[in-house]
């Protein structure tokens, strides 16, 4: 199912070359990483809240499945539906369709009250891939692409750290709040590492 998503990935990336495929998460290979992260953490975040684990895990490789070759805005829509795609020629219940299809469409939209657990845990475990060292390192990276200075780095790690508060304060799990924090403060670190050297 994961080799299915990057060869996809892949396969739009080549059809839209024209994109921005300088900066690291416009390649393929970065956003098949990031679905892998993606999954372990709402993994990790679904079985401390009783949500349905093959559902989130499902839903996780697909949800960025279209991140290539719709705007933004439809990505969410057209992932959901190359996993349905997918899944019924596989053989997977509807029921069970059903329920990954309305948690990628959901992982776009603020968390509330009218969504399934599972969909909030995609929500939480999406946004943690951004936050702490390898979110920062990307940003970092992204200095590098428009050749500016390297004494921009703690301006922007402490973006990141802005970020990462902010995404705590929405989130509602606890296991997606510690694994957040746990981020931020390595991100506080590799800051003050980098200030201290330089
Ligand atoms: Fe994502």
């Known amino acids: ?69 719709v705007k933004q805005e439809k990505h969410a829509e057209e992932g959901a539906w190359i996993a349905q795609k997918y899944l019924s020629r596989n053989g997977y219940p509807e029921p069970f369709i059903e329920s990954v299809a309305r948690v990628i469409r959901d992982h776009t939209r603020e968390p509330n009250d009218g969504m399934p657990m599972e969909s909030k845990v995609l929500i939480e475990a999406d946004s943690i891939d951004k936050i702490g060292v390898a979110g920062a390192t990307l940003m970092v990276m992204r200095l590098g692409y428009e050749s500016r200075s390297h004494e921009e780095v703690p301006g922007i790690i402490d973006r990141v750290i802005k970020r990462g508060k902010s995404t705590v304060e929405r989130m509602e799990t606890e296991t997606g709040k510690r694994i957040a924090r746990e981020r931020i403060e390595r991100a506080k670190l590799m800051k003050s590492w980098f200030e201290d050297e330089i």
């Open 1 to 69: 199912m994961a080799e299915f998503v990057r060869e996809h990935l892949h396969e739009t990336v080549r059809r839209n070359g024209d994109r921005m495929r300088w900066y690291p998460w416009h390649s393929a290979e970065y956003r098949y990483r990031h679905m892998i992260g993606v999954v372990d953490l709402a993994e990790r975040i679904a079985r401390h809240e009783d949500a349905d684990v093959n559902v989130v895990r499902v839903a996780a490789v697909f949800h960025d499945a279209a991140k290539f070759e």
